[in-house]
């Protein structure tokens, strides 16, 4: 199955006018904290004011069945990694204050959490639960490099650990660490000898390395309260230790022209327009000049007068970063999701194209049955989601009763009713009814 490009749902925070004042928060991070809940702004204090590369930078995130303990865990490691001055601690309600959020009727981005090891620098993202997790995923949004799956040890594998591990490999995620938690509730050595084998086995099905991963027994609980070492905190060091070492350091396209899709848009007042998101590829200075792609046939142009990347402000963006950009004279209503950043002249937007595509098996979450030509679903490329069309290429015969089954490989004619950024080898999904159906590429652009 293709590997898809990757990316996280961007959240950050910067402390950019500390540089000047202390504590003082910038007008980009204040707009930030209205919008995605003081708590974890406020922990972003801690860091440097400017961005320092000093480190290999990894795109990593915790997936799993609900309640298996995935913010517990990233709470854990965040208190472990700030003991040794490598994170700012953020305690579980911090991090899970999405679903109140959401409840409340204000939009946020999913939980963005940074910390450090001795070896690299980590975006880390936690959702616990929400659907915009699987459609960050599934859209490219989600952009994992690799992935930290937990499975409760009074459970064992679950309907959601299994989906996560599904979308995870449709992602493109080519390593995950699994995280045994829970022990201190099922110290059984055979009961946690077979969810760790039920676990192998399950990784390998999904055709990853399941005799060769990473599995680490502990509690996350004993790590966040201190308690019983032994399978506590150092269970997150060597959690830590095998997300270092399995999960690669990837190679990004920093030679290539600038380009970020956009994930999220708000406005500051008195500055301007951000639009943030994380980059694909290439390398974008301050001050430089970009072009917004992606609304009808226009290109917008305009000039990123401010640039911030993880929680903090800085001179340039580059690929693998999540980034907000101040857009100069650009208004709200003119930028949306999907929408693509771009350096000039390097990328259009088109409606109509050639795909070469793997239409997924009922066993792997697909459709059960087959479909005709003028199929018309929503197609993900990159943070768009567009409506569809797909039929036969021109000159196929018998077009009309000619039927693709779950489980085919074909090459078809995708067209969507609104321009979309796109170019040949781009990466894409198609879902139906809340699941992926097909996966694959643009071979060819028509129009």
Known sequence: MPAFTRSITPFFQTARSALRQGNAVSPLQHALRRQNGAAVVNAARSYATA???????????????????????????????????????????????????????????????????????????????????????????????????????????????????????????????????????????????????????????????????????????????????????????????????????????LDKPFLMSVEDVFSIPGRGTVASGRVERGVLKKDSEVEIVGKGDQVIKTKVTDIETFKKSCDESRAGDNSGLLLRGIKREEVRRGMIVAAPGTTKAHTKFLVSMYVLSKEEGGRHTGFHQNYRPQIFIRTADEASALYWPEGTEDADSKMVMPGDNVEMVCEIEKPCALEAGQRFNIREGGRTVATGLVTRIIK
């Open 51 to 253: 961005f320092e590369r000093t480190k290999p930078h990894v795109n990593i995130g915790t997936i799993g069945h609900v309640d298996h303990g995935k913010t517990t865990l990233t709470a854990a490691i965040t208190k472990r990694q700030a003991e040794k001055g490598m994170a700012s601690f953020l305690e579980y309600g911090a991090i899970d204050k999405a679903p109140e959020e959401r409840k409340r009727g204000i939009t946020i981005s999913t939980a963005h959490i940074e910390y450090a090891t001795e070896a690299r620098h980590y975006s880390h993202v936690d959702c616990p639960g929400h659907a915009d997790y699987i459609k960050n995923m599934i859209t490219g949004a989600a952009n994992m490099d690799g992935a930290i799956i937990v499975v409760a040890a009074s459970d064992g594998q679950m309907p959601q650990t299994r989906e996560h591990l599904l979308l995870a490999r449709q992602v493109g995620v080519q390593k995950i660490v699994v995280f045994v938690n829970k022990v201190d509730a099922l110290e059984d050595p055979e009961m946690l000898e077979l969810v760790e084998m039920e676990m192998r086995e399950l990784l390998s099905s999904y055709g990853f390395e399941g005799d060769d991963t990473p599995i680490i027994l502990g509690s996350a609980l004993c790590a966040l309260e201190g308690r019983r070492p032994e399978i506590g905190e150092q269970k997150i060091d060597e959690l830590l230790q095998a997300v270092d070492t399995w999960i690669p350091t990837p190679q990004r396209d």
